[in-house]
């Protein structure tokens, strides 16, 4: 399967609590609620077809949670037929990466524990199609550091909070990256989809050839 990662963020990175004020007060965050006032039709016409494109989700504990006490009980749309988010969520395999939950009661869901590298690995050589994942902010870090993901699109939204959990913190790996869509929105989200592509090069501090930083 190809993996690919979906996330909203400011443009300082952040991804914490952005549909509701009090969605995620971690580490004492007020500032959430940024992505639903520039969250309008355009916005939500791509990510449903995003969502439709998905043939499984991947996803951590705490954003599985989150959409099984929300989509998955129909509140964010009916289950089936008229919301494209709800419909995938609610018809298609959830797997959670968590050492801690048990006994999940939606629907289809399977819960990745243990030697968590090989599961994954195991589920790209033996399905096709798309493993999707959302949200899940250390899950995508974690497949990124194993060099497991295929395709990063990332939403950013034009607002800059100063405080949150950013999608990549300060002290994370370096990466190059390839851009092979770009899109705005009429409200200044931009669309962007990148390919990792190993390490960066670095300009050398005098003259010769550009290295890789060690």
Do not use: C
Not at 82 to 100: M, W
Not at 101 to 124: F, R, Y
Not at 144 to 164: A, R
Not at 167 to 188: E, H, K, Q, V, Y
């Amino acid at each position: 399967m190809k993996i690919t990662t979906v996330t909203n963020v400011t443009v300082d990175g952040v991804m914490q609590g952005l549909g509701d004020r009090d969605e995620d007060r971690r580490n004492g965050f007020e500032r959430g609620g940024w992505a639903r006032p520039l969250f309008d039709d355009e916005v939500a016409s791509h990510l449903g077809r995003l969502y439709q494109r998905a043939d499984a989700f991947l996803l951590g504990r705490r954003t599985y949670e989150v959409f099984a006490n929300s989509w998955g009980t129909g509140t964010w749309g009916a289950k089936a037929g008229d919301n494209p988010i709800s419909t995938a969520l609610n018809t298609r395999p959830k797997y959670v990466v968590s050492n801690t939950l048990a006994n999940p009661t939606w629907e289809g869901t399977t819960i990745l524990s243990g030697h968590k590298v090989t599961a994954i690995q195991e589920l790209k050589s033996a399905r096709t199609g798309e493993l999707q994942v959302h949200g899940s902010p250390s899950v995508v870090r974690w497949l990124l550091d194993h060099d497991l993901v295929d395709e990063i699109t990332l939403l950013v939204y034009p607002v800059v909070l100063g405080q949150g959990e950013r999608l990549f913190p300060a002290a994370d790996p370096d990466m190059s990256l390839n851009l092979i869509d770009s899109r705005a929105t009429a409200n200044g989200v931009m669309v962007q989809v990148f390919q990792p592509d190993g390490r960066p090069t670095y300009a050398a501090a005098k003259d010769g050839a550009p290295t890789q930083q060690t």
